[in-house]
């Protein structure tokens, strides 16, 4: 069997990757790498915050009165992950649940002050983040892929 090498070269040739690039997945997993780089540098490492951490911040901030059903839903997580993501961000003094009072086996989740300040750094963060892991591509090119990733991910919900 020949090296992927010459004598001469000490220098690896390029991996073949062909046979994986009809796979979104692959490219998915591909692009994650420096998205999750970036992830860490601006918001994960300076805030302490882990990705779902993050996301649950980021919805529970957007939505006023959502409940812990729905974003269990949201997020394709169990009932009992959820419980378990939640009470880690209670146990940090970001988020609270209340009893909705119209039905009690709804819990609602709410940002705690310091839930409230921590979702606005990291979503600020975000953006500086985003503008770094994407200043490659024109703001269409952006756009695009967004818009494409986002039709791929709705039709998991059908």
Request: glycine share 4%; aromatic share 4%.
């Amino acid at each position: 069997m020949a090296s992927p090498r010459s004598s001469s070269d000490s220098t690896p040739a390029p991996v073949d990757q062909s046979s994986l690039s009809h796979l979104l997945g692959y490219h998915m997993a591909q692009a994650d790498v420096p998205a999750k780089a970036a992830f860490y540098k601006y918001i994960g490492e300076p805030l302490a915050l882990r990705h779902v951490e993050f996301t649950i911040l980021m919805l529970v901030r957007s939505n006023p009165g959502i409940t812990q059903k729905q974003l269990s839903q949201t997020l394709a997580v169990s009932a009992p992950n959820i419980t378990i993501l939640l009470d880690r961000l209670e146990g940090k003094g970001w988020i609270q649940r209340v009893r909705s009072d119209a039905d009690r086996r709804l819990q609602h989740v709410q940002l705690t002050p310091a839930g409230a300040k921590l979702a606005k750094q990291s979503y600020e963060r975000s953006l500086d983040c985003e503008r770094e892991m994407l200043k490659h591509l024109t703001p269409g090119e952006r756009t695009l892929l967004l818009e494409l990733l986002d039709k791929v991910a709705k039709h998991r919900r059908v």
